[in-house]
Structures are given as structure tokens and as C-alpha cells.
């Protein structure tokens, strides 16, 4: 019996014993879970810290490199938009700065950057609005040089390389904090199972306590899996960005050579229908004529073809230039009407509502036309058995909620375009995809998937807004938010006269001289025997530096007709203006491929330039030469 009792005894002392060591561990693992969970919630403070003092670091670096823009953007256009880009982006600065001052403590590194940072951010502020107190002194040349002078170069290299340092070192604190969080976090699930398991052997108390702190991990965790989708919903719709820009670039370029070879191919084509129509007139030719005249016919609509291709290209890639004005939506749609009603067919009824003191729309109307004629002809493909389609005019506000919405438009106010058909609709999971250039649900051959893709390029160019609602076997609206015409404006969209047959080119009067400058020798061969053939003499330059040496004697010279993009250091608007110093008011017709930012600012073109787009034929140039010059 005693020994019974001893082991009876020693039985109790070691339970006791383990019961004293289970609750020391799990007294341990809630001590250290609450360390931890302390630990972490200052983890996340700092992280949350220094993806703000990033986001604001950002934020500053891009002001300082929008307001440089500003001011260049200013001193070369002297466009008053600049002007309040340049006050916004500058207003902003100070703030900028002073709330990474606030988040970054004083004697950190990263303090240190900023101390030496301040005085080369007021410096450049300082600098700069003495470059514009020098242009509003009357003294632009000397604003001129001072925005390329070294030390204005300097000074901003300095700010690049002091901010790229600085959020250089915060990423690398980002980066390090988000280890020891994650690390922390590990831990901590690491100690709560401890706690679970010690808590379930020892009392239910334990187990309700591990039981809240699994809760708390998942709160955490399920906020830190939201975040993390809308860190990737951000990554999605920045890589969507850079895919367009980069789609944009490459169509530009392909734009520019294709539509130099255009130029060639339909210029000559254009020469040669000439010359065979001349050829009719010759009874021992008009056998070959006929032979030639349909292949050569042939050859004249693919190459048009091939020029709309690369238009479309331009316009979903937002690179066309456009010329918006005051428009009349109602008037627009109303002379539209008799040409949708004839290209929908007898089976489409087509319906207008329009919107009574509708305000009036700053847009292109060419391209206005064309979009709501693209729609139009969607809406065709939506009804084969026939339906109704309706256009509606409104004027709307989109408030900030709507911009919040969606992002990628600016609050205020629009002018609507609805255009609605009782079509077969769009499915949902393809709806999300109807803007993407070449996607088309329709069968192959019958479109080039670029029609809602144009619309959408053009409508945010022009600072709009689309929008597409769907159900299927119900119809389709596509909703066209356009800019309202706030200032007055002179220009107004005019309407265009119907042709009456082709009239001959206009010529040259006596001794007109022309100053031709084209880098492709096709092209500028093209236009230099057209030019010639219309009685002009010309002088021909293949870069700005040759047409630059042509002007050293001065020759009389009535019109310079240039490329916008050309080799030599200089485009075509910057050898314009060389030119006009030594020829004050000489007319100057730009062409191109691919609109540059040289001659078109924010999608439009600028108001003192007269372009003629490539491809072009004797006709469009001869009639747009004679045009500025009778004007001049």
C-alpha cells in the first residue's frame, strides 16, 4: 500500500508537473503570440509607411518632370493650356515635398536625402519661374536658351538622380519590411498551432483563446488577399496600358513607312489613270487602254484600301490627327440620316430622339461621322432579320462617383450619343473584349475586328468616354461621352458639298517656286514630278540640313512643302520656323504618316498647321498647294 501511494504520490507530482510546464508553454505561446501580433501590427504600420512615402515620392518626380513639360511645352507653343499645367504641377510640388518630410523622420537616412534634396527642388521651382518671367519680359529667345542651358540640364539630373536614389532605398526598405512581416506571420501561425494543440489537451478557456487569435489571422489574412488582388487589379490595367502603347508604337511606325510607300504606289497609280485616260482619246491606243484600265482600276482600290488599313491602325492606336471644332450634334445626325437609312437597308427602321438646347460638342466631326457610322453598321450585323435602331442626343454630368467609377475619364460635362439596337446582343464573356483591336465575332472575312476599336481610339483622344451595355437575344447600346464646346469658338463644322465630277488640278501661276523636303526618294521624287507637271519650279532637299544650305542665297521661294519627321536633328515644324525667319509669312504645308507630337499637342492639331496626310494623289496636292497659297 505505500509503495501504491508513493507511486500514486510521484504520479501526481509529475501530472502537476506536466500541467505546470503545459501552462507555462501555453502562458509562453500567448506571450509571444501577443508579442508577435504587436510586433506584426508595427510591421504593418512601416510597411504601409513606406508604400506612401513611394506613392508620394512618385507623385513629386512626376509633377517636377510634368511642370518641366509645361514650361517647354509653353515657351515653344505658348498654348495657355501649358501654362495651367505648369501652375497646377508647381502648387503641387511644395505639398508633395513637405508630406515626404512628414513621413520620413529627420534622422534617417532617407532624411538625410531629403535635406539634400529641398534646396534642389526650390532651385528648379526658382529656376523655372524665372524662365517664364523671361518670356513674359518679351525675352523668349532667352527663356529659350536657358531651358537647354547646361545648368538647367544639371540642376534636373541632380533631382532625377537624388529621387531615384531615394526611392531606390525606400523600395529596398519596402522589400525588407515585407520579409519581416512575412516572417512575423509565419510565427506567429507557427505559435498559434502550439497554443491550439496545448489549449486542446489542457482547457476549453486555451481553446477559446486560440480559437480568437486563428480568427484574427484569417481576418488578416483574407485583407491581406484583397489587397493583394488589387495590387494585381492595378498591375492588370498598367500592363494593358504599356500593351496598347506599345501596339500604338508599333502601329505608328509600320503607318509611317507604309504610308510613304503609298504615296509612291498610289501617286503613280494616279499618274498612270491619267495618262490612260488621255490615251483614250487616241483610236490606236484604245486597245491597250482597255486591257490596262481594269487591272490598273484594281491596283488604285487595294492600294485605298491599304491607306484605310493604316488609318484604322492610327485611330485605335490614338495617333491619327485630329481637328476638332464646334459642332452641332443634332444638325450632324440629321444630315446623317438619309446615308444610315440607305446603308442599314429597307429592314432597319432607323429612329432619332434628339435631345431639345443640346449644348454644342468641340470634337472632329469626320471622325464623329465615321464612328457613328461604324456603329450603324454593327448594329447592321446584330439585326440580320431586320429591327430598329435609335439615336439619342443628351446632355449629361458625370460627377466624381463616375470618375471614380471608372477612371479614365475627367468629371464635368458631356454631350451623349446612344446608339441603341434590338439586335441578337453581346454574351458577357465577350463583351469585355469588343474595344481590343482585331477581336470580331464575326465570321472570317467579313471585318477586320478594328471598327469598335477605332471609336473607342477616337473618342478618348478626343477626351471622352465609351461605355457598352448588353443583354443578349435584347440589343445592344453604345454610349459616346463627348466633350462639351466651353469657350467660343469661330470654327464650326461645316457641311460637305457633294462632288460634280473631277475637275482638273489647279496649276502654278508664273515663276512659283516651291521648297520640297522629303527624306524617302520615292516619295520626294513623286511630289517633285507632280509639282513640276503642275508648272511649279522646285528646289528639293532630302534633310533640314540640306534645305537649310538651299536657303543660304536666299532664293525666292513662295511655299515650303515638308515631312514632319525628317533626319538631320530637326523635324519638320522646327525647320519651318528656321525658314520663316528669313521668309516672314511664308505658307508651309506639312504631310506625314504618323502625326508626331511636332505639329499635334493633346490628339489635336495644332491651329497655325495645314497638313496633307500620306498617301495623297496630284489632285490632293496640287489643290491643298494652290489653297495656301491664294490664301497667303
Not at 54 to 69: K, T
Not at 533 to 543: I, P, Q
Request: aromatic share 6%; glycine share 8%; charged share 25%.
Amino acid at each position: 500500500m505505500p509503495h501504491r501511494l508513493l507511486k500514486a504520490n510521484r504520479l501526481l507530482q509529475n501530472s502537476r508537473v506536466i500541467i505546470f510546464v503545459g501552462l507555462a508553454l501555453v502562458a509562453a505561446a500567448v506571450i509571444a503570440v501577443a508579442l508577435l501580433v504587436v510586433r506584426s501590427s508595427e510591421a504593418d504600420f512601416w510597411l504601409a509607411r513606406s508604400i506612401k512615402v513611394q506613392q508620394a515620392g512618385e507623385a513629386l518626380l512626376s509633377e517636377i518632370q510634368l511642370a518641366e513639360g509645361a514650361k517647354r511645352g509653353y515657351l515653344l507653343t505658348q498654348a495657355s493650356d501649358y501654362m495651367i499645367e505648369f501652375n497646377q504641377s508647381t502648387g503641387a510640388i511644395p505639398r508633395l515635398f513637405e508630406e515626404l518630410s512628414d513621413l520620413v523622420p529627420d534622422d534617417s537616412d532617407q532624411g538625410s536625402r531629403l535635406k539634400t534634396l529641398g534646396p534642389l527642388v526650390d532651385a528648379k521651382l526658382a529656376e523655372m519661374d524665372q524662365t517664364l518671367e523671361l518670356d513674359q519680359r518679351g525675352e523668349r529667345t532667352e527663356a529659350l536658351k536657358t531651358i537647354e542651358s547646361a545648368h538647367v540640364e544639371g540642376l534636373t539630373k541632380s533631382i532625377r538622380a537624388e529621387l531615384f536614389a531615394f526611392l531606390n532605398a525606400e523600395r529596398a526598405l519596402l522589400n525588407m519590411r515585407e520579409k519581416e512581416v512575412s516572417n512575423l506571420r509565419r510565427w506567429l501561425a507557427a505559435l498559434i498551432g502550439v497554443a491550439l494543440l496545448t489549449a486542446m489537451v489542457l482547457t476549453t478557456l486555451l481553446a477559446i483563446a486560440t480559437r480568437h487569435a486563428v480568427a484574427d489571422l484569417i481576418a488578416r489574412t483574407r485583407e491581406l488577399e484583397e489587397e493583394s488582388l488589387r495590387r494585381q487589379d492595378a498591375e492588370d490595367s498598367l500592363r494593358q496600358v504599356q500593351k496598347m502603347e506599345a501596339v500604338g508604337q508599333l502601329s505608328g511606325g509600320i503607318a509611317h513607312d507604309f504610308n510613304n510607300l503609298l504615296t509612291i504606289i498610289m501617286g503613280n497609280l494616279d499618274t498612270l489613270m491619267r495618262r490612260i485616260a488621255d490615251a483614250k482619246k487616241d483610236n490606236n491606243s484604245k486597245t491597250i487602254v482597255a486591257k490596262l484600265e481594269k487591272p490598273v482600276d484594281a491596283a488604285m482600290y487595294g492600294a485605298r484600301s491599304a491607306a484605310q488599313l493604316t488609318q484604322r491602325l492610327l485611330a485605335f492606336s490614338r495617333r491619327q490627327a485630329l481637328d476638332p471644332v464646334r459642332v452641332d450634334m443634332n444638325r450632324l445626325i440629321t444630315d446623317m440620316t438619309d446615308l444610315l437609312k440607305r446603308s442599314l437597308g429597307e429592314q432597319i427602321s432607323v429612329e432619332t430622339v434628339l435631345g431639345a438646347g443640346l449644348w454644342p460638342a468641340f470634337i472632329d466631326p469626320n471622325q464623329l461621322e465615321n464612328a457613328l457610322l461604324n456603329l450603324a453598321l454593327n448594329a447592321r450585323a446584330a439585326m440580320p432579320e431586320g429591327g430598329c435602331l435609335t439615336i439619342e442626343t443628351a446632355n449629361t454630368y458625370l460627377d466624381d462617383g463616375y470618375s471614380r467609377r471608372f477612371g479614365d475619364i475627367e468629371p464635368g460635362q458631356y454631350i451623349v450619343l446612344c446608339v441603341t439596337d434590338t439586335g441578337t446582343g453581346i454574351p458577357a464573356d465577350v463583351i469585355d473584349h469588343v474595344f481590343e483591336p482585331f477581336f470580331s465575332t464575326k465570321p472570317p472575312g467579313e471585318g477586320s475586328g478594328l471598327g469598335l476599336s477605332m471609336v473607342h481610339g477616337f473618342v478618348k483622344q478626343s477626351g471622352g468616354h465609351v461605355r457598352i451595355y448588353s443583354e443578349e437575344d435584347h440589343g445592344t447600346t453604345v454610349k459616346l461621352y463627348l466633350p462639351r464646346m466651353m469657350t467660343a469658338e469661330d470654327r464650326t463644322a461645316a457641311p460637305v458639298g457633294k462632288a460634280e465630277g473631277v475637275s482638273p488640278p489647279p496649276r502654278a501661276e508664273p515663276q512659283e517656286t516651291i521648297l520640297l523636303v522629303e527624306d524617302n526618294d520615292g516619295v520626294r521624287e513623286y511630289a517633285a514630278t507632280v509639282l513640276h507637271g503642275l508648272g511649279y519650279a522646285v528646289l528639293e532637299a532630302s534633310d533640314t540640313t540640306s534645305a537649310i544650305e538651299l536657303l543660304g542665297n536666299k532664293p525666292p521661294i513662295d511655299l515650303l512643302f515638308t515631312d514632319v519627321v525628317l533626319p538631320g536633328g530637326l523635324n519638320g515644324r522646327t525647320l519651318a520656323n528656321e525658314v520663316r525667319r528669313t521668309y516672314p509669312g511664308i505658307p508651309v504645308l506639312f504631310t506625314t504618316g504618323y502625326t508626331r507630337n511636332a505639329i499635334v499637342h493633346q490628339g489635336r492639331l495644332d491651329a497655325d498647321v495645314d497638313l496633307l496626310n500620306k498617301p495623297y494623289t496630284e489632285q490632293d496636292l496640287a489643290r491643298k498647294i494652290r489653297e495656301l497659297l491664294d490664301r497667303a
